[in-house]
């Protein structure tokens, strides 16, 4: 069965220093994901990306984060300067449709980030 | 706008018991639901969704879970817990291109 892939699984990094989590989401959907989930904290979303472009991303989004396609299959979020309260899990999901149309979004395992 | 509220942050039920946990949804227009199930040390795995038609959604490994509009819920069970159903429950509403999630539902089955 198809599934979504993350890279690392575990990534320790300094305050400060530039992180790049790498995802393979599954291969004929269109629409991917970041979530991130802080240790004991519900799951937010962070940016939805579609056609080479982002098409919404939240608040906590903000110019430290970025996001691209570098390739046919994989999906990265690259955070330039992390802060301590970056430190959290890092979900990535795909699904074939828009998620406001009822499609199922495909979560990978995640990458746990700590920011010393 | 759109949002889920899920009630208990833990739920312990015993083994053989009827696991019952609760979300209600705000929405201004009909809302697609998902429940999905974190075990621990593993991703999101959707168990089901509710997008139209029946209201009775069953899922993966015995859950369903009854989409009623009068309540506003989506209430996930299943008739007999499992020591495998240990793990936490989160509840969602599709909202244009994200998911929003509640706070989850810890479930811990005792022997």
């Known amino acids: 069965e198809p599934e979504v892939t993350q890279t690392p699984s575990h990534q320790v990094t300094q305050m400060g220093q530039e992180v790049i989590l790498r995802c393979v989401p599954i291969?004929?959907?269109?629409?991917f994901y970041w979530y991130r989930q802080i240790l004991g904290q519900k799951v937010e979303f962070l940016v939805s990306?579609?056609?080479?472009?982002?098409?919404?991303k939240s608040e906590i989004f903000d110019d430290q984060f970025s996001v691209e396609r570098p390739d046919g299959s994989n999906f990265t979020l690259k955070i330039r300067s992390t802060k301590l309260e970056d430190s959290a899990m890092y979900f990535c999901?795909?699904?074939?449709?828009?998620?406001?149309?009822?499609?199922?979004?495909?979560f990978g395992p995640g990458t746990r980030l700590l920011v010393l | 706008a759109q949002s889920v509220t899920q009630l208990g942050s833990h739920v312990s039920v015993s083994e053989g018991a009827l696991v019952l946990l609760r979300c209600n949804y705000s929405?201004?227009?009909?809302?697609?639901l998902f429940w999905y199930v974190q075990y621990p040390n593993q991703g999101l795995q959707l168990l089901l969704k509710?997008?139209?038609?029946?209201?009775l959604v069953k899922g993966i490994n015995g859950f369903e879970a009854e989409f009623k509009k009068s309540e506003t819920s989506f209430h996930l069970t299943k008739p007999s817990a499992h020591m495998s159903d240990a793990a936490e429950y989160f509840c969602?509403?599709?909202?244009?291109?994200?998911?929003?999630f509640g706070a989850g539902t810890t479930v811990t089955v005792r022997a």
């Open positions: 999901a795909s699904s074939q449709g828009p998620s406001g149309g009822g499609e199922t979004q495909y």
């Open positions: 291969s004929n959907h269109l629409y």
């Open positions: 990306f579609y056609n080479n472009e982002i098409s919404e």
């Open positions: 929405s201004s227009v009909p809302p697609y």
């Open positions: 509710y997008t139209t038609g029946a209201t």
């Open positions: 969602a509403v599709s909202i244009n291109y994200k998911l929003s």
